[in-house]
């Protein structure tokens, strides 16, 4: 079984915000980390969430999204606390085989999602 650092999963996640415009980590507790774009969240990290044992990251997911990737994959997918009823997806990071392309298209989907539209127009610019 493969140790995961989670501080080292906390930082390629933030490496991959950093590329956002105007995008700030907001470490609430040491197991937990918001991002965000004008202070609207779109990203958290967790690390044993509630006692869950787990690493994961949740998104704000565009409608249908969440249903269609957890159908998809359970294993790899679920349906975040608190934030799922709102549409937010969650991914497993602690599972084998991460598909880190998959994480920067679910985080700047989320992105978009949050940001203003000026912000998130520039993406598209680029």
Same mark, same amino acid.
């Given at each position: 079984?493969t140790?995961l650092?989670?501080e080292?999963?906390r930082e390629?996640?933030? @490496?991959?915000?950093?590329?956002f415009?105007?995008? !700030?980590?907001v470490?609430e507790?040491?197991q937990?980390t918001?991002?965000?774009v004008?202070?609207?969240?779109?990203?958290?990290?967790?690390v044993? !969430? !509630?006692?869950?044992g787990?690493?994961?990251l949740s998104?704000?997911? /565009?409608p249908g999204?969440?249903?269609?990737?957890?159908a /998809?994959?359970?294993?790899?997918?679920?349906?975040?606390?608190y934030?799922?009823?709102?549409?937010? /997806?969650?991914?497993?990071?602690?599972?084998?085989g991460?598909?880190?392309t998959?994480?920067?298209v679910?985080?700047r989907?989320?992105?978009v999602?949050?940001?203003?539209? @000026?912000?998130?127009?520039?993406?598209?610019?680029?």
């Amino acid at each position: 079984m493969t140790v995961l650092d989670p501080e080292a999963l906390r930082e390629r996640i933030a @490496r991959i915000c950093a590329r956002f415009p105007e995008v !700030h980590a907001v470490s609430e507790t040491g197991q937990h980390t918001a991002f965000q774009v004008r202070r609207k969240r779109f990203a958290y990290y967790t690390v044993d !969430h !509630h006692g869950d044992g787990r690493l994961a990251l949740s998104c704000r997911a /565009a409608p249908g999204v969440q249903q269609g990737l957890v159908a /998809a994959d359970p294993e790899r997918f679920f349906v975040p606390p608190y934030l799922g009823p709102r549409g937010w /997806a969650g991914v497993y990071l602690d599972v084998p085989g991460v598909d880190w392309t998959g994480i920067e298209v679910l985080l700047r989907d989320a992105y978009v999602l949050a940001a203003p539209k @000026r912000l998130a127009a520039s993406l598209t610019e680029s």
